[in-house]
């Protein structure tokens, strides 16, 4: 594969795992109401900060992980 190519499948995928901020709303409210809370409860909003937060764990370990690989570049996988 040329140079170009790798680059262009690696933006690809990176901009087919993005989602936008609407996108992450709607969802979020999909699972809330799925679970069976009332939106404009406190409840529902509730929900939608445990999904935030849990979305923030995640992204945060992400980037502690990859910062630990950065660091030791002779660590075995």
Not at 12 to 19: E, H, I, N, Q
Not at 22 to 37: F, I, S, V, Y
Not at 52 to 73: F, G, L, M, T
Request: glycine share 2%.
């Amino acid at each position: 594969m040329t140079y170009r190519s790798i680059l262009l499948l690696s933006l690809t995928l990176l901009l087919a795992g993005c989602a936008s901020a609407e996108q992450l709303a709607q969802r979020d409210n999909e699972r809330c109401t799925a679970r069976g809370l009332q939106p404009e409860t406190k409840n529902f909003s509730d929900c939608l900060a445990q999904l935030e937060n849990e979305r923030v764990a995640r992204r945060d370990a992400r980037h502690r992980e990859q910062i630990e690989k950065s660091a030791n570049p002779f660590r075995y996988p």
